[in-house]
């Protein structure tokens, strides 16, 4: 194993602004509708899930949007975080690419997460707000927010996607730790949980459903709101903090990426990475490219449609404008996790309809294949989330060593994987099966659509 090149910042060059690529965008995204009027909705709509200050960031056209002292004070617990070079993963690969990561699971809830999670806990706390109530895949949302609501004395209750709930049971005691208060969804708790399991009683649940069971007793109560960890602006805006670090790093190391790659669930991970690169791009001084990795189980990106539809399963958030597999899309039980969402951001949704950013998908036996010679070569066992990304990797270092031409990559290991080894102790027995969602499958999901469709 090399010992691989990192690369540091100071507690004082923590970024004081999130980038709110809106303000760049030429075509701005199209407003969230109302489910049942299907006309434009206003912030009013969303006063009973969200605090007034994220309503506002959430609708903002401001480029910049400052970071609060006291979140900027809990950033510092494990913020800025590290960038490494890659040499051990270059040495093994024999690639001329120089390969460069930035490592988010320095975080206390070992992801990327925490990064929204303590600012949207700050404003509802600013705002006299007792309970939040949330969804979380595979634990890494619902434990960063169980986490920041520990901070600020807020009472967290988490539904957790059922399959996961079962899988990772240590993920839900990391939660419970914390405070948090777990649920296995679909539960008996909500009316959306009990519509779904008197369908379906064996129901491995999916982020949609759980998503409807936390709205649901959101607005229930008027001490309660809710919080999503991905997919809406204000959520993909916090990330970014990721993005404007590394752009510091990469001058501090001397190279600028040709290619920024992230995981692709909702659109957090990947815009916290690539939106402040795709701001050079907007800006017109660099043309670097930037590109989302899904699972091919879930390829909203890569197969799905462009187009409104729920963010949740039973009907209970608005209308989005968004790459969709379709709300009722239940995705396979496979170890992509946090990455099983049927939809994607609006923003992200957006840009790859207007060419600005690439997509790609994986199966998960290449993903667990690239997460093992990183661990092997790099030392850090990766999240099953990072694995997709880093797979990516190795595909843009392979053609770059076929082409024998220079590249800079840079990647976002979002989060490791201390949490997921039953899905590396699968892959070493040899019992993971390749999994890849039919077009028949999508089909008849997206056939259950009334939605309305864009352009």
């Not at 730790?177 to 009683?201: C, H, Q, Y």
């Not at 990455?339 to 790859?352: E, T």
Request: charged share 20%; glycine share 8%.
């Amino acid at each position: 194993m090399s010992i691989s090149k990192k690369i540091t910042l100071s507690e004082d060059q923590i970024p004081t602004h999130w980038y709110n690529i809106v303000a760049d965008m030429t075509t701005k995204p199209l407003p969230p509708l109302h489910p049942g009027t299907k006309e434009p909705i206003g912030p009013e709509m969303l006063m009973p899930l969200f605090p007034m200050e994220l309503i506002k960031q959430e609708v903002s056209t401001e480029k910049y949007v400052e970071i609060p002292e006291e979140v900027r004070e809990i950033y510092k617990i494990w913020r800025p975080t590290p960038m490494f070079r890659a040499t051990g993963l270059e040495k093994a690969l024999d690639t001329p690419a120089k390969i460069y990561y930035k490592y988010e699971g320095v975080s206390p809830a070992g992801s990327h997460k925490p990064n929204t999670a303590v600012p949207q806990v700050y404003y509802n706390k600013m705002e006299g707000v007792k309970r939040i109530t949330t969804e979380t895949g595979a634990g890494q949302w619902g434990s960063a927010l169980s986490f920041a609501c520990g901070l600020f004395d807020i009472e967290c209750d988490v539904y957790m996607v059922k399959v996961s709930y079962e899988g990772k049971p240590y993920r839900k005691i990391m939660m419970n730790t914390w405070g948090g208060n777990v649920f296995p969804s679909p539960s008996m708790r909500t009316e959306a949980g009990r519509k779904i399991l008197a369908e379906d009683p064996n129901s491995p649940g999916s982020l949609g459903i759980a998503i409807s069971e936390a709205v649901e007793m959101a607005l229930t109560d008027e001490s309660t709101k809710y919080a999503l960890g991905s997919v809406l602006n204000h959520v993909l805006m916090h990330q970014t903090i990721i993005g404007e670090e590394a752009l510091l790093q990469m001058e501090k190391a001397g190279d600028y990426p040709d290619v920024v790659i992230a995981p692709f669930g909702g659109g957090s991970n990947f815009a916290g990475i690539a939106f402040p690169f795709l701001r050079k791009n907007l800006e017109g001084t660099h043309q670097t490219r930037c590109v989302a990795v899904e699972p091919a189980s879930c390829p909203k990106l890569t197969r799905g449609v462009f187009r409104y539809d729920l963010g949740d399963s039973v009907g209970m958030t608005p209308l989005l404008p968004m790459y969709t597999l379709g709300h009722n899309f239940v995705p396979a039980p496979i170890h992509a996790g946090g990455l099983r969402y049927h939809g994607a951001g609006a923003i992200v949704s957006q840009l790859l309809n207007d060419k600005q950013i690439e997509a790609y998908s994986i199966k998960q036996l290449e993903c667990f294949e690239a997460g093992l010679l990183f661990a092997r070569t790099e030392g850090i066992i990766p999240a099953p989330e990072a694995t997709h990304a880093i797979a990516q990797v190795i595909r843009e270092a392979e053609q770059a060593k076929a082409e024998g031409k220079e590249k800079v990559i840079l990647f976002n290991l979002c989060g490791h994987g201390h949490f997921d080894m039953t899905s590396y102790e699968q892959y070493l027995a040899g019992n993971l099966v390749e999994h890849e969602v039919t077009q028949e499958e999508i089909l008849d999901s997206l056939a259950q659509l009334d939605t309305p469709t864009i352009g």
